[in-house]
Nanobody
């Protein structure tokens, strides 16, 4: 079973930055896709950013393009999400995910990001 633990969330003002971390119990090089999702109050969970095993293919939801950066450190089995130029709309619980098709996706417990003026 893959275990994921997120950290780095917190309260930040509009325009500020945060870096989220996701520590995994497995070798990231064995996981085809790692990603970050978020769920705001009253909204469905959405994919924010994903990164492939090779680290060369990235996905970003349109609303965060140019502001967020996903990266990973294979040696530390850790995935990061750098959040820049934060907006109130970015307020949500952010979840780390590991996808190994066709197996089920594994999820972390989430870390809260709150953006205020």
């Amino acid at each position: 079973q893959v275990q994921l633990v997120e950290s780095g969330g917190g309260l930040v003002q509009v325009g500020g930055s945060l870096r989220l971390s996701c520590a995994t119990s497995e070798n990231i090089s064995d996981i085809p896709v790692m990603g970050w999702y978020r769920q705001a109050p009253g909204k469905r969970r959405e994919a924010v950013a994903t990164i492939t095993r090779g680290g060369r293919i990235h996905y970003y939801v349109d609303s965060v393009k140019g502001r967020f950066i996903i990266s990973k450190d294979n040696a530390k089995n850790t995935v990061f999400l750098q959040l820049n130029s934060l907006k109130p709309e970015d307020t949500a619980v952010y979840y780390c995910a590991a996808t190994i098709p066709p197996m089920p996706t594994y999820w972390g417990q989430g870390t809260q990001v709150t953006v205020s003026s």
